[in-house]
């Protein structure tokens, strides 16, 4: 596989991760008020940043890196909320 093959294939898996992420985000809204959904939507707008930046220089920018990251723990924390409050109330 060439580099330009390789680049071609790191952009659409980041285009659709991001596009995902934001129909998630927006399906989203109605069960889990806002947190989550914001948490997904920064998730997909990083990842469509990376997208455009891998086409360009082939690698992901800092931007891109910090939303998803972002979006990650943002989302692993209302995880763990959700957690902590199922097993108070049982």
């Known amino acids: 596989m060439t580099d330009i093959d390789d680049r071609t294939r790191r952009v ?45 220089t082939g690698t992901v920018p800092l931007p891109a890196k910090v939303l998803m990251i972002v979006g990650v723990l943002g989302f692993l924390g209302f995880v763990i909320a959700l957690v902590v409050r199922a097993a108070g109330a049982s």
């Open 12 to 56: 659409r898996s980041h285009q659709f991760a991001g596009a995902a992420a934001l129909v998630l985000a927006v399906g989203s809204v109605f069960v889990f008020l806002w947190v989550a959904p914001l948490s997904m939507a920064l998730i997909g707008v990083g990842n469509l940043l990376a997208a455009r930046g891998v086409k360009d």
